[in-house]
């Protein structure tokens, strides 16, 4: 059965760094190209990383130079580096496949707060 599992969420202070991971299961996964979404409370969902099956990347202009999205083929994985986080980057982040089918994660809440 198809399904993402994001983790590495948590609690962290303002300027700190996460690493969020998404497994995934799917088969031929290094063709689905991958995103990162975050949805704050009261807010819409906004995509903040990409990376395509050719491992080129876009990020938003709110995370560009802060994150880095990157994938693993061999372990069916994609990553989420989150440095020097803001209190404005608190959100619930999902992993999102696409190929052919979509598929999301239910995601991994971050909390950035003194």
């Known amino acids: 059965q198809e399904q993402l599992v994001e983790s590495g969420g948590g609690l962290v202070q303002p300027g700190e760094s996460l690493r969020l991971s998404c497994a995934a299961s799917?088969?031929?996964?290094?063709?689905?190209?991958m995103d990162w979404y975050r949805q704050a409370p009261g807010k819409q969902r906004e995509m903040v990383a990409a990376i395509t099956s050719g491992s080129s990347t876009y990020y938003s202009e709110s995370v560009e130079g802060r994150f880095s999205i990157s994938r693993d083929n061999a372990k069916n994985t994609v990553y989420l580096q989150m440095n020097a986080l803001k209190p404005e980057d608190t959100a619930v982040y999902s992993c999102?496949?696409?190929?052919?089918?979509?598929?999301w994660g239910k995601g991994t809440l971050v909390t950035v707060s003194l």
């Open positions: 999102h496949a696409t190929f052919v089918r979509s598929f």
């Open positions: 799917l088969p031929m996964f290094s063709a689905y190209n």
